[in-house]
């Protein structure tokens, strides 16, 4: 399901009782290959659209009968995107137009999955998670799940929203090396779009820590524990989302499979060092986060010592100045000082003096 993560004020620790993990209950018993969906979010409408390109022609349409589609017989590459996997009946169809294998659906339904990539022969199966960012500074994971054919890609997606856009004006508009390539360099500008839109939540992520960092220094708050531990869960959501993308990204650019044509591996390379770079950027993230936490610890704790010392100095002032009192509020009769004229006067210039001469003490010895 696609999860929010927020990341700003009270919100942050809210939303940080995201789950990571979801319940599989309802698939208990069942056989391999079962279709149940386990989210908790669904789509309003499963839609569908497809492009079919080849050199200078691109046909895009929206799909109302998945049954209607089949692989495409000629050269050219067809694209089939689906937003929204709640409806097994739409996948069973994908299943048998596509010849696509039920443990293969089974994974589509289940949109806890981590990224991976399957080899099946025939085709490859890859997960992959898509980060996004509201306008109000959330987070949005989803699962995308992609399927490479020899001259197909099928990929489906837990809600509508996502960051194909740029490819699929790149398909419009003719531009680059797009329709001049198979249906492997598609698979990598899909995966490529999803992992650079990486660097912009991480850059997000980033102006978030490095201003609560300054609110630890200046002003640490109990809020700014919660959104401190908020942080910290949602980077470990973000670094379940991303770490096992190394792996399959890594099996692509070093898969021997006829799918994938030599030239293109190069840029499932490219790819893969751009994951390497996100996964050390989350590590980065993560442990100045665990430093804030430590700075929190340890501006709290100084402000509290600050405040102890102020009130043991004004404690050991008042002392001495409380024996002196102390000692003329004995009730005995036969006292000279009692019923002398300067005697009150004095005893406070006294008190005074002690005073005085502690605070200086104190200041000398740095204490102050």
């Known amino acids: 399901m696609p999860v929010a993560l927020d990341l700003s004020g009270e919100s942050a620790y809210k939303q940080a009782t995201v789950k990571l993990v979801q319940k599989r209950s309802k698939k208990t018993g ?8 386990i989210g908790d979010h669904k789509a309003e409408t499963v839609k569908i659209t497809a492009f079919d390109y080849a050199g200078s022609r691109c046909d895009e349409r929206t799909i109302t009968d998945p049954d209607g589609l089949r692989p495409p017989a000629d050269e050219s590459v067809t694209w089939v995107n689906v937003g929204g996997v709640h409806k097994t009946e739409v996948l069973e169809a994908f299943g048998r137009q596509f010849a696509l294998h039920p443990l293969l659906l089974e994974d589509i339904a289940n949109t806890d999955q981590r990224p991976k990539l399957d080899d099946y ?12 960012t509201t306008d109000r500074g959330d987070i949005l994971v989803e699962q995308v799940s992609l399927v490479l054919g020899r001259n197909f890609v099928l990929s489906f997606q837990e809600n509508g929203t996502d960051v194909f856009q740029p490819v699929r004006d790149r398909l419009r508009g003719g531009k680059g090396r797009m329709r001049q390539s198979g249906a492997d360099y598609l698979l990598y500008a899909l995966v490529d779009a ?13 102006e978030r820590i490095e201003a609560l960092q300054d609110q630890v220094v200046s002003d640490p708050k109990p809020e700014t524990l919660k959104n401190i531990h908020a942080l910290k869960r949602q980077l470990l959501f973000l670094r379940r989302a991303v770490w096992p993308l190394r792996e399959a990204m890594n099996g692509l650019s070093r898969s021997e499979c006829p799918l994938l044509h030599e030239a293109t591996k190069v840029f499932f390379r490219d790819v893969y060092d751009h994951v390497v770079q996100i996964v050390d950027t989350i590590e980065t993230l ?14 709290v704790s100084y402000r509290l010592n600050a405040v102890m010392r102020v009130l043991t100095v004004i404690t050991t002032i008042f002392m001495p100045l409380s024996f002196i009192a102390s000692i003329y509020g004995m009730n005995f009769e036969h006292m000279p000082e009692l019923k002398w004229e300067w005697g009150y006067p004095l005893i406070l210039a006294v008190m005074g003096l002690v005073a005085a001469a502690m605070l200086l003490g104190f200041r000398r010895r740095h204490w102050l």
């Open 30 to 37: 069942l056989p391999p290959g079962s279709l149940v969906h």
């Open 121 to 132: 022969e025939d085709y490859f199966f890859m997960v992959v998670k898509m980060l996004s």
């Open 286 to 299: 993560r442990e100045m986060v665990s430093s804030s936490l430590d700075t929190y610890l340890s501006s």
């Open 194 to 206: 999803i992992v650079d839109q990486y660097f912009a939540v991480l850059e997000s992520v980033g």
